[in-house]
């Protein structure tokens, strides 16, 4: 009896265990369905989601566009108002000119005003002095009659003059023509010199000579080159030769000067110190030649420092090297009056 019930134990035992894994069963089975449905309702909300969100990409896409297109306005108006604005300023300015002006407009009025009070008061004293004028009008109209016979006799007294005139009208023409001939003789001097120089040695259309300093003296110095002098003595001696040779002109010849230039480097002082010193260099070396002393030189010949003051240019800047050169030119008696006297001929 025993045996039976142990069995019958262990009968509801595996029963009872059954029915617990049925449940647990069941309820995993629940739990599972719990989950694949939670999980199909989260992908869905996510889709729904994600096209929300897309849209939402959509939406701001076009707000960003519509944005940038407002910004670029934006920026065109600033430009307007920018422009509104310096348009403002000048009107601003122009009617401040205007008011100034307006002002001195206003000033000016008043004082023309009182200058019209000032001209009425004036005419009403030449209204009082016109009829003292009349009166006195009067008086001239027959003084008038003596003053018509005095000018006929001063007319009488033109036409003399006038003859006159005319007689010293011709005598001007006259020295006119002798003072032509007289300024004539620089003319035959330039071509005397061209002769005697020939194309070995060429001067300018006043009848300078121009020996280049670097020929003549090594650089900053004033002592003739020994190469040199045998040349210059040359040059020297036909130039001069064509001067005084011929009669003609020797009673002319006033002043054989010999000029020393410099180019614009360093002061004016410095240059003309060396530029005097190299002048009386060429003369002193001149003067000691023989055929000098046999034309008496020292009595005409004069030298000169002009400095940087006279620069040969060549459109427009200075040659400096031909700027530093010996001039060696003529001066004729009177010669200032003869090239004024030229220049009035001329002007005529």
Known sequence: MFGKKKNSDTTNFWVSYADLMA??????????????VKS?????NLSSKEKSLLDTKLRLNKKDKVL????????????EIERLKDLLLKQKSKISNLSNKLVILQTDIS?????????????KKYKGNILILSNQLVDANHSMKLK????????????????????????????????????????????????ALGDKVTIDKSGVLRLSSKVLFDKGKAVLKDEAKDNLKDIFSKYIKALVDNDEIRKYLDKIVIEGHTDSDGTYLYNLELS????????NFLTSLDFAKKYDLKSLVMASGRSYLDP???????????????????LLKNSEAMSEIERILQDE
């Open 23 to 36: 449940g647990l069963l069941f309820v995993f089975i629940l739990l599972i369905g719990a989950i694949v």
């Open 148 to 195: 018509d016979e005095q000018m006929v006799a001063l007319l009488n007294k033109l036409n003399d003059k006038e003859t006159r005139y005319e007689r010293l009208v011709s005598d001007l023409q006259k020295t006119r023509k002798r003072i032509k001939s007289l300024t004539g003789i620089k003319i035959k001097v330039i071509a005397a010199l061209k002769e």
């Open 68 to 79: 940038n297109s407002t910004k670029s306005l934006l920026s065109l108006k600033e430009d």
């Open 312 to 330: 040969i240019k060549v459109n427009g800047i200075e040659d400096k090297e031909a700027s530093r050169r010996i001039e060696i030119k003529f």
């Open 40 to 44: 199909i309702v989260l992908k869905s």
């Open 111 to 123: 004082d023309l005003n009182e200058t019209i009070g000032k001209k009425d008061d004036e005419i």
């Open 276 to 283: 005097q010193k190299r002048a009386y260099s060429v003369m």
